[in-house]
């Protein structure tokens, strides 16, 4: 019978190298997988914006409207059927005076003016504005940034008013 003195040390650093490295893979994969239900809404609401704006500048008035509906929110276009995004994450949006409002609280309405692209109300008046809080008071003011926070994690998308362009930030 063979004399069996345990592991040798090449053995035991193998196996710490490879736990190690499978240890590694698990961690980087639950840290990406955190935020992936708000990167998806960041991409949807990206999506959204771009094809709203061509749709007005193709055709009359085109709106996207983003709203909380239970747990999800619902973002609703003027050009296509609604898509429920999960609302296991937050979503609030700037105002050019400083506010930064829940879309939970009171919901966000874009639409472009069809000549320029621009940002506009979603109900026209002599200046142009971006965004339109919905409820008792009715007051227009302009967004420049929509957030989505999950976590820890936050994604932005940056909103140019005057050229009705949008940028993803992270």
């Given at each position: 019978?063979?004399d069996?003195?345990?592991l040798?040390?090449?053995e035991?650093?193998?196996?710490?190298?490879?736990?190690a490295?499978?240890?590694?893979?698990v961690?980087?994969?639950?840290?990406?997988?955190?935020?992936?239900?708000?990167?998806k809404?960041?991409?949807?609401?990206?999506?959204?914006?771009?094809?709203?704006?061509?749709?007005?500048?193709?055709?009359?008035?085109?709106?996207?409207?983003?709203?909380?509906?239970?747990?999800?929110?619902?973002?609703?276009?003027?050009?296509?059927?609604?898509?429920?995004?999960?609302?296991?994450?937050?979503?609030?949006?700037?105002?050019?005076?400083?506010?930064?409002?829940?879309?939970?609280?009171?919901?966000?309405?874009?639409?472009?003016?069809r000549?320029s692209?621009?940002?506009?109300?979603?109900?026209?008046?002599?200046t142009?504005?971006t965004?339109?809080y919905v409820?008792?008071s009715?007051?227009?003011?302009?967004?420049?940034?929509?957030i989505?926070?999950?976590?820890?994690?936050?994604?932005?998308?940056?909103?140019y008013?005057?050229?009705g362009?949008?940028?993803v930030?992270k």
């Amino acid at each position: 019978m063979k004399d069996n003195r345990g592991l040798s040390l090449i053995e035991l650093v193998v196996t710490i190298a490879i736990m190690a490295i499978v240890s590694t893979g698990v961690v980087i994969s639950v840290y990406s997988s955190a935020g992936w239900k708000a990167k998806k809404a960041i991409t949807e609401m990206d999506q959204a914006l771009s094809e709203t704006r061509v749709q007005a500048l193709s055709k009359t008035q085109a709106w996207m409207e983003l709203t909380k509906s239970g747990d999800d929110y619902v973002l609703k276009t003027s050009y296509a059927s609604d898509v429920v995004l999960d609302g296991r994450f937050t979503i609030t949006y700037h105002t050019n005076d400083g506010a930064v409002t829940d879309v939970a609280v009171q919901d966000m309405i874009l639409s472009f003016d069809r000549a320029s692209g621009a940002f506009s109300g979603l109900y026209t008046d002599s200046t142009l504005q971006t965004c339109r809080y919905v409820g008792a008071s009715a007051e227009v003011l302009q967004c420049d940034e929509i957030i989505v926070t999950q976590g820890s994690r936050e994604w932005k998308i940056r909103l140019y008013p005057e050229t009705g362009k949008h940028k993803v930030e992270k």
